[in-house]
C-alpha cells in the first residue's frame, strides 16, 4: 500500500462527496489507497471501468475474505467487521457455482412475492406511519417514516410479525453504522432471524422464508439465517435511503415543485437520479485479489481489500463528459452493483415498489407539504457505506387520519 492513503471517514463524505470524488480521483487516479478505522489499507476504486473490471471478474476480484492479508491484524471487535466480516457462509462470501446456486434460491423465493399484495403492505404500513402524525402539522420523514417503513414490509414478506419490526429496524441501523452497537446489532438479526427459521420448519407459510426452506438444493438453516440477514439489510436501508434522498430532492429542487402538488410522473425520475447522483449505496466492501495485479495504475497485491466505490464511478467524467444527469431511462449506473454479486432484479423491483409506494403516499396524504428548516443544513448520517439523511424535518397542513 502507498504511503498516501487517504482515511475513509470525515465530514466531506458526507457533506460534499462529489467534490471529493473529484479531489480523489484527480489526485491519485481511479484507484485510491485509503485507511479504514484503525489505520487498516483498502483500495477505493472510484473508475467507472475499473469497477466494471472489478466486478465483472469474480475469479481475480474474489468475494472470498479468508485471502485478506490483513486478518492478523484485525481485532475481534473491530467495528467494521459486520460489514466487511469474517468469511461467513452467506451468499455475500459464495464464489463459482455455489454462488450461482445460492442466487437462484434468493431470487426464486423473491419472485413468487405478488406484486399487487407488495403493493398492499407497502400502502397500509405507509398509511400508518402518516397517520402517526397528519394531525400535528409536523414531522421529520427520515425518523418517523423512512426508517421505519421498508423493514416493516420485508419483515411481513419474510415471515415475521409486525411486532418484531421496530426492533429489527434498531438492529439493522446499529450494524451499518459501524460504530459501538454494530456487533450487539449482527446479534439480535442473527437470533431473530434463527427463531423465525424454526417456526416456519414447524409451521410452513406462504412466505419468503418457508420458500427458501422448501428449495430443493436443500441448504443448511445456518446458511438460510445468513442469507436473510444479508437480504434484510440490503433491502432496507439502502431502501430508506433512497425514499428519504428522494424526498429530499423533491423538496429542494424546483424542477420537481410541480410533482408536490398533484403530478406524478416525476417520481420515478426523481427517484433515479438519486440512483445517479446521491445513491445511498456510496461503497460496498468488498473484493479480494486472488494473486497480484494491475488496477487503475496500481499495483495491486494478492490478498489486498477493495472497496466498490459505487458513487465515485457513477460520476465518473470518462463516462459523464457533457456534465448530464443521466436520469430518464438511463439505469446504467452502479447503485445496484454489477456482475455475479449484483442486487438480484426481484429485489431491485421489491424496492422499487417500497421505496415509490412511500414517496407517493406521502405526496398524496400531505398535499402542502414544505421543508421545516433551510435545505443546506440537512446533514447526513456518518456512515462510510451508506448516503443518507440524519433526518428530513417538514411542515404541512394537519389533515384527518385516514
Given at each position: 500500500m502507498?504511503?498516501?492513503a487517504?482515511?475513509l471517514s470525515?465530514?466531506r463524505?458526507?457533506s460534499e462527496?462529489?467534490?471529493?470524488?473529484?479531489?480523489?480521483?484527480?489526485e491519485?487516479?481511479?484507484?485510491?489507497?485509503?485507511?479504514?478505522?484503525?489505520?487498516?489499507?483498502?483500495?477505493?476504486?472510484?473508475g467507472?471501468?475499473?469497477?466494471?473490471?472489478?466486478t465483472?471478474?469474480?475469479?481475480l476480484?474474489s468475494?472470498?475474505s479468508?485471502l485478506?492479508n490483513?486478518w492478523?491484524?484485525?481485532?475481534d471487535?473491530w467495528?467494521?467487521?459486520?460489514m466487511?466480516?469474517?468469511k461467513?457462509?452467506?451468499i455475500?462470501?459464495?464464489?463459482?457455482?455455489?454462488?450461482?446456486?445460492?442466487?437462484?434460491?434468493i431470487s426464486?423465493?423473491l419472485?413468487?412475492?405478488d406484486?399487487?399484495?407488495?403493493?398492499?403492505?407497502?400502502e397500509?404500513?405507509?398509511?400508518?406511519?402518516?397517520?402517526?402524525?397528519?394531525?400535528?402539522?409536523?414531522?421529520d420523514l427520515v425518523?418517523?417514516?423512512?426508517?421505519?417503513?421498508?423493514?416493516r414490509?420485508?419483515?411481513?414478506?419474510f415471515?415475521?410479525?409486525?411486532?418484531?419490526?421496530?426492533?429489527l429496524?434498531?438492529a439493522?441501523?446499529?450494524m451499518i453504522n459501524?460504530?459501538?452497537?454494530?456487533?450487539?446489532g449482527?446479534?439480535?438479526l442473527?437470533?431473530?432471524?434463527?427463531?423465525?427459521?424454526?417456526d416456519?420448519k414447524?409451521?410452513?407459510a406462504d412466505?419468503?422464508?418457508?420458500?427458501?426452506l422448501?428449495?430443493p438444493?436443500?441448504?443448511?438453516d445456518?446458511?438460510i439465517?445468513?442469507?436473510?440477514?444479508v437480504?434484510?439489510?440490503?433491502?432496507?436501508q439502502?431502501?430508506?435511503?433512497?425514499?428519504?434522498?428522494?424526498?429530499?430532492?423533491?423538496?429542494?429542487?424546483?424542477r420537481?415543485a410541480?410533482?408536490l402538488f398533484g403530478?406524478r410522473?416525476?417520481?420515478?425520475?426523481a427517484?433515479?437520479?438519486?440512483?445517479w447522483?446521491?445513491?445511498p449505496?456510496?461503497t460496498?466492501?468488498?473484493?479480494?485479489?486472488?494473486?497480484?495485479?494491475?488496477?487503475?495504475g496500481?499495483?495491486?497485491?494478492a490478498?489486498?481489500?477493495?472497496l466498490?466505490g459505487?458513487?465515485?464511478?457513477?460520476?465518473d467524467?470518462?463516462v459523464?463528459?457533457?456534465?448530464?444527469?443521466l436520469?430518464?431511462?438511463?439505469n446504467?449506473?452502479?447503485?445496484?452493483?454489477?456482475?455475479d454479486?449484483?442486487?438480484?432484479?426481484?429485489?431491485?423491483?421489491?424496492?422499487e415498489?417500497?421505496?415509490?409506494t412511500?414517496?407517493?403516499?406521502?405526496?398524496?396524504?400531505?398535499?402542502?407539504?414544505?421543508?421545516?428548516i433551510p435545505?443546506e443544513?440537512?446533514t447526513?448520517r456518518p456512515s462510510p457505506?451508506?448516503?443518507?439523511l440524519?433526518?428530513l424535518?417538514v411542515?404541512?397542513?394537519?389533515?384527518?387520519?385516514?
Open positions: 502507498t504511503t498516501d487517504v482515511p470525515g465530514p463524505f458526507q462527496p462529489a467534490r471529493l470524488y473529484r479531489e480523489l480521483r484527480r491519485h487516479g481511479p484507484v485510491t489507497p485509503v485507511l479504514l478505522d484503525g489505520d487498516v489499507p483498502a483500495w477505493l476504486v472510484l467507472y471501468r475499473e469497477l466494471h473490471q472489478v465483472g471478474d469474480p475469479v476480484f468475494r472470498d479468508d485478506w490483513q492478523d491484524t484485525i481485532p471487535d467495528p467494521m467487521l459486520p466487511i466480516g469474517r461467513q457462509p452467506s455475500l462470501y459464495t464464489v463459482g457455482e455455489a454462488h450461482r446456486e445460492r442466487a437462484g434460491m426464486n423465493a419472485e413468487e412475492v406484486a399487487s399484495e407488495l403493493r398492499g403492505h407497502a397500509r404500513f405507509a398509511d400508518e406511519l402518516i397517520d402517526a402524525v397528519c394531525a400535528k402539522g409536523e414531522t425518523a418517523d417514516y423512512a426508517m421505519l417503513l421498508p423493514v414490509v420485508l419483515a411481513r414478506l415471515g415475521f410479525s409486525d411486532e418484531q419490526g421496530p426492533g429496524v434498531t439493522l441501523n446499529d459501524g460504530r459501538e452497537g454494530a456487533i450487539a449482527q446479534v439480535h442473527g437470533t431473530s432471524m434463527a427463531e423465525l427459521l424454526a416456519r414447524a409451521d410452513p412466505d419468503v422464508v418457508s420458500r427458501m422448501a428449495d438444493a436443500g441448504f443448511t445456518e446458511e439465517v445468513q442469507d436473510l440477514m437480504m434484510l439489510a440490503a433491502g432496507h439502502p431502501t430508506a435511503d433512497w425514499i428519504g434522498n428522494s424526498l429530499r430532492l423533491m423538496l429542494t429542487d424546483d420537481f410541480a410533482s403530478g410522473n416525476s417520481v420515478a425520475e427517484m433515479n437520479e438519486v440512483l447522483e446521491d445513491t449505496s456510496q460496498v466492501a468488498g473484493r479480494w485479489a486472488s494473486r497480484d495485479t494491475h488496477l487503475g496500481r499495483r495491486i497485491r490478498g489486498d481489500l477493495l466498490l459505487l458513487q465515485g464511478a457513477n460520476s467524467p470518462q459523464r463528459t457533457d456534465g448530464s444527469a436520469t430518464g431511462g438511463n446504467a449506473h452502479f447503485s445496484f452493483g454489477h456482475g454479486h449484483r442486487c438480484p432484479f426481484p429485489a431491485q423491483e421489491i424496492a415498489v417500497i421505496a415509490r412511500a414517496i407517493e403516499v406521502v405526496l398524496d396524504r400531505l398535499p402542502d407539504i414544505d421543508l421545516a435545505a443544513s440537512l447526513r457505506w451508506l448516503r443518507g440524519t433526518e424535518p411542515r404541512f397542513t394537519p389533515v384527518p387520519v385516514v
